[in-house]
């Protein structure tokens, strides 16, 4: 009964959707109020729903209820509540579900916080996100639908695959959402200041928040995708370059740009048209890694089960809104043009600058990711194009932009006069010189120009992020929320940079064959292997390996990888087990048996790792110090006042 | 310099960096791609020699062999038509198994062994690289389970 009551409310949810897209739309365009009026009731009728029809889903994976199908594919009686939950998203048909419950949460958001922007405006956003969520429930409903009994009812569920029954990945995906679909906001917001043939900069400045909101959670959820993938896959890499993993990476890129274009456009009404653009692309690349991820037509670790007709269907949903917002800007943008003008020497040029380098970081990912498919299409051979590209090309536009990020934080808008901290920076970027050559022969023994370069940037984004913020707060200053969230973001940049020139260029990865009481040596640790023994999960099997690591004879940690056997699908899976410290990873993860008690061993020493992601959490939480300004909440209050004076006012 | 000539030397000068900058990106690009191969093409001559690739298919059953406590390791690939021996040094993914799907990148020796530098396997016990299944396509299937 529950299925079918969640299978109802889902089409019920599909039919309000399609209320508010056209009332919003309809409604705005012929001015009618009665119509606009029903829109907000729709998209707090349709979050209800949605939400009803997941939690139908929930209860029926918490209840065991092997009578639907995608239940008794993805969960186990043996499974533990915690996995069953997230078991819910845990394949395509659930996660297609979760897609729309967030898409419905950001709609209900924006219908309640949105109360004082223009009547026609609100409708019309509110009628875009509607036009989204119900193109994806129809898709749900007609190609995946997660309710579907399975007649007879299976005996027991098929468990969840190994590799997601672990916490980092059970909540990875609603925060990986949350970001990728947040930027349906902007592209609404996009989408209606063209209907609507306006844009100024009181649109950018409710556009703003939105956005660095879905960027928050694309950057942690990214961030979160990397940390599983270095622990539990089991290879003890950070970033592998896998297409599913760009598909997330490359929105993120342009949702970069876009916040920092939305800045300009917000100060100074400039880069409009881009802005615009830029929104678009952030979502049609959300929804082109959909279609990466859903369509199984790449070779990834993230792939689900291949199904023409999901492919298709996904790639008409993405023609039709790439096409039709492109088409809207293409008749629309020529007239939202904007006149003023700034200088080479201002931030406007450092901000354009870190756009072009952004999109084209994007676009060079979005090459590599595509080629193979084009190389098949075009009947060329089948290839893959490896990360070894990626790495190459990826640093063409990342050095610049590392070095720019630096003074561009201290440029003044229109003209920049950097005289006074012209100094200070040189002067800053000769001591991070020093101290990078220093932290690289004193601590790793040798240099590598990829560490000197990636350490001294990083130290030299540090310092000149924070040379603002502490100097204000010296002199008493009042120090915005938005200056000081900006400065966040930027340490988290250095940090994370420091991170990534640390660990790629004193890694080590060693795979050797141990038995009982030998031992290998590995970045200055000994690597002790004890012994071997058997541990049991609640529905799983496992060898146990005992690895204690020294240092100069001193004990710094004992190791326990494990080898699992999930019972249910009885594939093996290498739990490897790893210390964390500030300045370093030390990472076993069992291998095979050898013969005669020798086991393969992979061990690795992993310098700095953690700042990669330390960083990433710093950019996050900048983001969120950002969003949370003042003139984010007064614009609302003072919405009444004409938009551009409003604006000219705390320019 | 009149503004006309200025304007056409800037576009000029973006044109040349456009022009330089993808032609490195597709050099690159080029460089490191790698060219899928299944075993019956490499059988008849089709992989080149003395440049890495990447061959797929099914782990033979039976084939796995090692030498007791050494970390290399030898099994053949095929596509039931033509197969192929592979040697491999290292810790194997967790899903590599004989009767399962795998892809392997690395070059031909001159005895016509393929020597890996990396194995991947399948994900999922349900999940095949797409290329693997294509190859796979079509052969009788004997010794699938």
Redesign the interface.
């Known amino acids: 009964m529950i299925p079918e009551l969640g299978h109802l409310a889902l089409i019920l949810a599909l039919c309000l959707a399609a209320a508010q897209s056209v009332f919003g739309l309809a409604g705005a365009f012929w001015r009618r109020a009665e119509w606009m009026a029903v829109v907000r009731p729709a998209v707090a009728g349709q979050f209800v729903f949605v939400a009803l029809a997941f939690g139908c889903l929930t209860a029926a994976f918490l209840g065991n209820d092997f009578s639907v199908n995608y239940v008794a594919l993805n969960s186990n009686s043996a499974l533990p509540a915690f996995y069953r939950v997230a078991a819910v998203w845990g394949a395509h048909e659930g996660s297609l579900l979760l897609w729309i419950l967030v898409l419905a949460t950001w709609s209900l958001a924006v219908a309640a916080l949105s109360r004082s922007l223009p009547d026609t405006f609100i409708a019309r956003v509110l009628g875009v996100l509607g036009l989204i969520s119900a193109g994806f429930m129809t898709f749900t409903l007609a190609t995946s639908n997660p309710f579907t009994r399975l007649m007879p009812p299976a005996m027991d569920g098929n468990d969840l695959n190994p590799l997601l029954q672990d916490f980092a990945l059970a909540v990875h995906p609603p925060i990986l959402y949350t970001g990728y679909v947040g930027f349906a906001v902007a592209f609404a917001f996009a989408c209606a200041a063209m209907l609507e043939g306006r844009l100024d900069q009181s649109w950018a400045r409710w556009t703003r928040p939105w956005t660095i909101g879905a960027w928050i959670f694309l950057t942690i959820g990214i961030a979160l995708g990397s940390w599983w993938a270095y622990y539990e896959l089991g290879w003890g890499g950070w970033w592998f370059w896998d297409p599913v993993e760009n598909a997330s990476f490359m929105p993120w890129l342009a949702g970069t740009a876009l916040i920092h274009s939305l800045a300009v456009t917000e100060k100074r009404g400039l880069f409009r048209g881009w802005t615009l653009l830029l929104a678009i692309f952030a979502f049609s690349l959300s929804l082109l890694g959909t279609f990466l991820v859903r369509s199984g037509v790449l070779i990834s670790v993230h792939a689900f089960a291949t199904d023409p007709a999901r492919g298709v269907f996904v790639l008409t949903f993405l023609t039709l809104c790439i096409g039709g917002a492109l088409t809207l800007y293409a008749w629309r943008a020529p007239k939202l043009g904007s006149t003023a003008g700034f200088e080479l020497w201002s931030r406007e040029s450092f901000l354009l600058f870190n756009n072009i380098l952004l999109v084209i970081a994007a676009a060079l990912i979005l090459l590599g990711t595509l080629y193979p498919l084009f190389m098949d299409g075009l009947g060329l051979g089948k290839i893959s194009v490896g990360p070894p590209y990626f790495r190459a090309v990826f640093l063409v536009p990342m050095l610049p932009l590392l070095a720019l990020v630096g003074i561009g934080m201290h440029a003044s808008w229109k003209r920049a006069r950097l005289g006074d901290v012209k100094r200070p920076l040189l002067l800053a970027l000769l001591v991070a010189l020093v101290f990078a050559l220093g932290i690289s022969l004193w601590a790793f023994g040798r240099t590598t120009t990829l560490a000197l370069v990636g350490l001294t940037a990083g130290l030299w984004i540090i310092y000149s992020s924070l040379r603002d913020p502490i100097s204000r707060l010296r002199k008493r200053q009042s120090l915005s929320a938005a200056v000081l969230g900006m400065s966040i973001a930027h340490f988290g940049v250095g940090v994370f940079t420091i991170g990534v020139a640390g660990v790629e260029a004193y890694k080590i990865e060693k795979d050797v064959a141990l038995k009982p009481g030998q031992s290998a040596k590995v970045g200055g640790y000994d690597f002790a292997f004890r012994g071997l023994r058997n541990v049991d999960g609640p529905n799983y099997s496992a060898i146990e390996g005992e690895f204690d690591v020294t240092r100069n004879g001193s004990m710094v940690r004992v190791l326990r990888p494990q080898k699992r056997t999930y019972r249910v699908q009885t594939s093996p899976m290498t739990e490897a087990a790893i210390t964390v410290g500030w300045t370093r990873d030390l990472f076993v993860a069992l291998g095979d048996s050898l013969g005669g008690d020798a086991w393969s061993v992979r061990i690795q020493y992993k310098p700095l790792i953690r700042y990669v992601w330390l960083g990433a959490l710093f950019m996050a939480f900048g983001g969120l110090v950002a969003a949370s300004d003042r003139r984010y909440r007064t614009v609302r209050a003072s919405e009444a006042l004409p938009a551009d004076s409003a604006a000219r006012d705390t320019a | 310099m009149t503004p006309r000539r200025k304007r056409m030397l800037v576009v000029l000068g973006v044109l040349a960096g456009v022009g330089i900058a993808s032609v490195l990106?597709f050099r690159?690009?080029s460089?490191?791609?790698?060219?899928?191969y299944d075993p019956s093409q490499v059988v008849a001559g089709d992989a080149p020699r003395g440049r890495p690739f990447?061959i797929g298919g099914m782990v033979t059953k039976g084939s796995v062999t090692?030498d007791?406590?050494?970390?290399e390791i030898r099994f053949v690939v095929t596509d039931f038509k033509h197969s192929v021996p592979v040697t491999y040094?290292?810790?194997?993914?967790?899903?590599f198994g004989e009767g399962k799907g795998v892809?392997a990148h690395g070059r031909l020796t001159p005895n016509g062994a393929f020597a890996a530098d990396e194995v991947l396997a399948k994900?999922?016990?349900?999940?095949m690289?797409?290329?693997v299944a294509k190859s796979l396509k079509g052969a009788p299937p004997q010794g699938s389970t």
């Open positions: 990106v690159a690009l460089e490191n791609m790698m060219l899928f990447r090692r007791t406590g050494s970390l040094t290292g810790v194997l993914p967790d899903l892809v994900h999922d016990e349900k999940y690289p797409p290329e």
